[in-house]
């Protein structure tokens, strides 16, 4: 009896901490199980971990063997070859994948599904643009670029880092476009327990890869539905055409998303170019706030950057998602404080604002300690901000 019991304790101990978890060329420590298993899907066992070198945090997938089918095991090593040779920023980052005798092991970023993703109760009537806008960044780079079908777009492979940053994952039964058959695809999505959504049959009997189309409907309507957000998955059931499911008043920039117009696309490249620069998306605050600070801040002019932080962002703050505001525009705003110290001082003053909407918790991990590396800086610029705020 003591014996049995030791062995379930030395189990359950190498589980949690790697000695049984991941193999010991990677470098990586197991921490926790995510219970549900992520949503990834039903074979993956899915787990919190760090790094041996310095602590961050990642996500560890595992799939076991000797508890997997054979499909289960395609379709997890199809899904870490694809994603050990896709490389774009919004498609869900590997730092390592081993497959040995035992398992396959895909260490990501740390990640967490859409499902679990916490939208902020303010937000019921609010879009995340910025997440849309990112998948379907990502979903541009598979079709045009890399000239893939990925076979299980919707809801499910929608992953949020801590920050707030949307990633695409699930690349299970991703292949080539070439390759792609309607009726092999279908089944295999309705065999693989991957999803919930299966497409109609007959919207796979001209082009393949419409399939995409189909599950970025779903992204969509689920992205756009603030309530859908707060609620989560449960509340979440479209009919067989989803962009129905889509709000009114954002579905006429995502007609083209349609059951009627999917089924005579001929070119699923083009028309997620069309959306990725659609108006609605390229001139949306969420976007274009977002993409200055990511991508134009560091080559703009000292005068752009003074217009950005003066007037620009101060104008449209309140109007975004509150949820995006302590995620990923606070991280982002906060690295501007370290890499620019020059825009520390406009930096300061809407990090201020968002951290309003923080708890007790969240300001002490997440800004103290930034406002207490302003509060001990020489800077006048930061007396001054410091001074406005106060006043406001």
Not at 132 to 144: E, G, K, N, P, W
Request: with cysteine.
């Amino acid at each position: 009896m003591l014996n049995a019991l030791y062995k379930s304790v030395v189990s359950t101990v190498g589980n949690v901490t790697g000695l049984g978890g991941l193999p010991s060329s990677m470098k990586f420590h197991i921490t926790k199980k995510v219970v549900d298993g992520g949503g990834r899907s039903r074979f993956w066992e899915v787990y919190e971990g760090t790094s041996k070198a310095d602590g961050s945090e990642v996500t560890a997938l595992v799939l076991l063997k000797k508890t997997a089918t054979y499909t289960e095991i395609l379709m997890a090593r199809n899904a870490m070859n694809r994603m050990r040779t896709l490389r774009h920023p919004c498609v869900l980052k590997v730092y390592d994948a081993v497959e040995n005798d035992t398992g396959i092991y895909v260490v990501v970023e740390r990640c967490s599904r859409l499902a679990d993703f916490s939208w902020r109760q303010e937000d019921r009537k609010q879009p995340c643009v910025w997440g849309l806008y990112s998948i379907i960044s990502a979903l541009r780079f598979l079709v045009v670029d890399g000239k893939l079908v990925h076979g299980n777009v919707g809801p499910q492979s929608v992953f949020v880092t801590p920050k707030g940053e949307f990633r695409l994952g699930g690349f299970e039964l991703a292949r080539p476009i070439s390759e792609a058959d309607g009726n092999r695809l279908v089944s295999d999505i309705d065999s693989s327990g991957l999803t919930r959504f299966v497409p109609p049959r007959k919207l796979m009997s001209g082009n393949p890869s419409v399939v995409d189309l189909y599950g970025l409907a779903l992204v969509a309507a689920y992205l756009l539905n603030g309530e859908v957000l707060y609620r989560g998955e449960g509340s979440f059931n479209p009919g067989e055409d989803p962009a129905a499911s889509i709000p009114s008043k954002y579905r006429g920039g995502f007609r083209s998303l349609s059951l009627h117009e999917i089924s005579r696309s001929r070119d699923v490249g083009m028309m997620v170019t069309r959306l990725a620069n659609s108006s609605f998306l390229k001139e949306n605050p969420q976007v274009t706030i977002l993409h200055f600070l990511e991508s134009q801040l560091r080559l703009a002019t000292a005068v752009a950057q003074d217009e950005f932080f003066d007037s620009v962002l101060p104008n449209v703050l309140s109007s975004l998602p509150v949820t995006m505001q302590v995620t990923v525009l606070l991280h982002d705003l906060v690295q501007v404080v370290d890499d620019a110290p020059r825009l520390a001082a406009p930096a300061l003053v809407n990090l201020t604002k968002i951290g309003t909407y923080l708890s007790p918790e969240e300001f002490k991990r997440d800004l103290l300690p930034t406002v207490l590396k302003l509060f001990g800086s020489s800077d006048r610029k930061l007396d001054v901000g410091w001074a406005v705020e106060f006043r406001a």
